[in-house]
């Protein structure tokens, strides 16, 4: 979705997509879906990329976060302030803590963000992909089970980050678990996000690309010139669609 000013024809091409874009966009909280975060951009970015995915901290949402490198300040940056949800971060809220020495989670963020010490916390020491992949399918369970069923897009669920999976397993072992993950926040109208600080146009990111229903692509962004510090992009291969350059 290019824009160009030379004509009306172009113009009414642009605003075609972007009904198009924002009629996916609406489809995919309806029915479900996975989005996979890339780019060449400060770790920072993807944080608040992934704040956003996470939802509105004033609405309800239970959400889902399955860290493996992640820092404390990072984590507690992108879950909501707990004095502006409706209901409390505990019961809404779960950590799944996969990092290579699992250290607690919620302790360290403790010293940063006191109250959002309370979220439960599993730690996976399965060094396999099979226990991450139990442990996220068996929240997101318990979550429905809670609500007594999800309405769409109320469950929100993130993975910070998948390089360090590809960099301990096999491409086609992280494919596979994403996938079965993938196919559980389906079954309840959910939305994961995957994060992956590489180039869109990266081997990584591409041989993912296929598996998710869209791509998000983040930069930097030059306050000076463009008014914000970052921007933001979405690219759908099944519709070949690719949005223009936004704000983050």
């Excluded at 399955?66 to 302030?81: G, M």
């Excluded at 993938?182 to 591409?206: F, I, K, P």
């Excluded at 463009?226 to 933001?232: E, L």
Aim: glycine share 6%.
């Amino acid at each position: 979705m290019a824009t160009d000013s030379s004509g009306s024809r172009d113009s009414d091409a642009t605003a075609d997509d972007l009904v198009e874009f924002l009629g996916l966009l609406n489809e995919l909280k309806a029915t479900g879906c996975t989005l996979l975060v890339v780019g060449d951009a400060r770790p920072e970015l993807f944080t608040r990329a992934s704040a956003n995915l996470f939802g509105d901290p004033a609405a309800t949402r239970y959400r889902l976060l399955a860290v493996t490198d992640a820092e404390a300040r990072s984590i507690a940056d992108r879950l909501p302030d707990p004095e502006t949800t409706p209901r409390p971060v505990s019961e809404t809220t779960k950590i799944v803590n996969h990092a290579d020495a699992p250290r607690s989670i919620t302790s360290a963020t403790r010293s940063t963000d006191s109250a959002k010490a309370s979220i439960p916390e599993t730690r996976v020491t399965d060094p396999r992909l099979d226990g991450l992949q139990s442990a996220l399918v068996e929240a997101i369970e318990e979550f429905a089970r809670d609500a007594d069923g999800l309405r769409p897009a109320e469950l929100r669920v993130g993975i910070d980050s998948l390089g360090t999976l590809f960099d301990h397993h096999g491409r086609g072992v992280v494919r596979r678990c994403l996938r079965t993950v993938g196919d559980s926040v389906r079954d309840h109208d959910a939305m994961a996000h995957y994060l992956l600080e590489d180039d869109y146009d990266g081997e990584r990111a591409q041989a993912l690309a296929a598996d998710v229903d869209a791509v998000i692509e983040i930069r930097s962004g030059d306050a000076a010139t463009r008014r914000h510090d970052a921007q933001q992009r979405w690219h759908v291969p099944s519709r070949d669609l690719t949005t223009d350059w936004v704000r983050l």
